[in-house]
Structures are given as C-alpha cells and as structure tokens.
C-alpha cells in the first residue's frame, strides 16, 4: 500500500525559508508525476509544483522563482525547497502522486492518486 508522509512544516517569519520532504514508501514502481498542492481552510486544494519522472519541473504562478521541487528517486521522496516565503504561503502542504502518465503534467487536485497527510507551513509577518 502505498504512502506518503511529508515532514518539514514549520513556523517561519515572512523572508525565511523552509524544506519539506515527502517520503514514499509501500511501493516499487516509479511514479510517473509527484507534485505539491497547499491548502487554507475555506479554500480550494491549489497545486504549487510537479515534477515528472524525468526530472522535468513545472510550477503555478505565484510560487514561480520562490520554490524548487526536486526529487530523490533512489529514496523515493520529493522535496520542495521554499525561499523568500511570504505569509500568503501559510497552507497546509500536501504531496501527491500518481503513477499513471495519461494526458501529461497537471496541477489539478483530481489528477492525484495518492496523498499525504500534510504538513502545516506558516509564515509571519
């Protein structure tokens, strides 16, 4: 069964940085896309970054410059490096991963297989 568990949350004034892990584990296949997504109570689930099997990265608008997602294949676990954290990015960050390809790389919610519990990032200003 597969799992993810994500770690790294943290309270941070506004200018820090954090890095949050997600680690895989209970499978063997690779994972055609893994992606971030954060979440503000009363709002929807919004997809930060992704990346694919090959390394290749795509971001959403507001973190794009800020946040570098990258991951550790041999480990099966996923990062994303957070700089120049701003309190807009207080969320709940979860990771999230499918193995099917399909129609290629989505930050929808809904393209998601697996997830992790989440982890809670607040920033101060």
């Known amino acids: 069964q597969v799992h993810l568990v994500e770690s790294g949350g943290g309270a941070v004034q506004a200018g820090g940085s954090l890095r949050l892990s997600c680690a895989g584990t209970?499978?063997?296949?690779?994972?055609?896309?893994m992606a971030w997504f954060r979440q503000v109570p009363g709002k929807e689930r919004e997809g930060v970054a992704l990346?694919?099997?090959?390394?290749?990265?795509q971001y959403a608008g507001p973190v794009k410059g800020r946040f570098t997602i990258f991951q550790d294949s041999d480990k099966n676990t996923l990062y994303l490096q957070m700089n120049t954290l701003t309190p807009e990015d207080t969320a709940i960050y979860y990771c999230?991963?499918?193995?099917?390809?399909?129609?290629?790389?989505?930050?929808?919610?809904?393209?998601?297989?697996?997830w992790g519990q989440g982890t809670q990032v607040t920033v101060s200003s």
């Open positions: 999230a991963s499918r193995q099917w390809c399909g129609a290629g790389p989505d930050l929808g919610p809904s393209a998601y297989t697996y």
């Open positions: 209970g499978y063997s296949f690779r994972m055609c896309y």
């Open positions: 990346v694919d099997s090959s390394g290749v990265t």
